[in-house]
């Protein structure tokens, strides 16, 4: 018997990962999922995927700790090979984050460290560390914004480290496609999660803001996200490699 396809997502217990962990389910996927400080939320996920018939599992993960990345990858490898026999993966989706709101001249280097950690060192050795686990054939995703192409006003730090994101995913594309490992960065627009104390969905303004500059005229849903991330790992999305796809409605175009 075939074995199933394995996702890890990080940030899985809320908002754009679980949705993403919940969509990889829908399709026949395998997931284990990290949480930061929600592990109740992050079971959660994990009994939805398994009432869908799908293993799950989920660990603890600071994103910005690269000095807990090897042991993170021990728990991972050992649960795997417990379950499968195997300590590999198919698919590693960069999704875990948070968000900086400071005006350029305001922001600290304490705020830029901790963006840049998160959002760029993090995601950069995390998919080092994880690699040599993960099959040839499969596929690296990385969370972008829309914020790396369009400019908001408060966005800077946070903007350029997704904007590096998307450099680091073509440079991926190119070095691993020897083995036949696609990466892809999905840059969703604003989408009304906790992200940011939940300013998207939660403050009227804003959300009606973010409607006006979007041609389809609303602010996005999680559900407009995951599903894109788990087409990304199908066989008919095999020959999309190195690209941004930006999931936003067609916000400020
Ligand atoms: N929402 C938007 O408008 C939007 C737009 C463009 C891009 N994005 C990007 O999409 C990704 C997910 O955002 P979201 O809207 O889903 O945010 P969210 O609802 O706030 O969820 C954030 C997720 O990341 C985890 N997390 C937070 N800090 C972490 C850390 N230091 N280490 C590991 N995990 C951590 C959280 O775990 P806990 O539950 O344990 O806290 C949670 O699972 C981020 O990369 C974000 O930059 C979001």
Redesign the pocket.
């Known amino acids: 018997m075939a074995t199933n396809k394995i996702a890890l997502v ?10 993403m962990a919940l969509s990889l389910a829908k399709k026949g996927i395998d997931v284990i ?7 109740e ?2 079971d959660q996920v994990v009994s939805m995927i398994q009432s869908l018939g799908q293993h799950a599992a989920a660990f ?6 690269t000095k807990s990345f090897n042991g993170f990858i021990h728990q991972v490898t050992a649960h795997l090979n417990a379950q499968t026999g195997q300590s590999t993966i198919d698919f590693l989706i ?6 900086l709101y400071a005006p350029f001249m305001d922001t600290t280097e304490e705020q830029f460290d901790e963006v840049y ?3 760029y060192k ?1 995601v950069f050795f995390l998919t080092q560390k994880v690699l040599p686990f993960i099959n040839d054939g499969g596929r690296i995703i990385n ?5 790396a192409r369009f400019a908001f006003p408060g966005s800077s730090a ?1 903007g350029s480290m ?1 904007g590096a994101i998307e450099v680091l995913t073509r440079y991926l594309a190119k070095e691993l496609g020897s083995r036949g490992i696609a990466a892809n960065v999905v ?10 104390g ?1 300013h ?1 969905r939660d403050n009227k303004e804003t959300n009606a803001h973010i409607a006006s500059v979007t041609a389809l005229g609303r ?2 849903v ?1 559900d407009d ?1 995951g599903g894109v991330v788990a087409f990304l790992c199908t066989e008919e999305a095999r020959w999309i490699n190195g690209q941004r796809i930006e999931v ?1 409605g067609g916000m400020n175009i």
Do not use: C, M, W
Request: without cysteine; proline residues 3%; hydrophobic residues 30%.
């Open positions: 990080t940030g899985g217990s809320r908002g754009l990962g679980r949705n999922l990290t949480y930061h400080n929600n592990k939320e992050a603890q993960l600071n994103a910005a700790d960069n999704n875990a984050g948070t968000a950690n998160i959002h993090g969370i972008s914004s829309g914020l946070y997704k840059a969703p627009g604003a989408i009304e999660t906790d992200f940011g939940g998207v602010a996005g999680p996200i936003s």
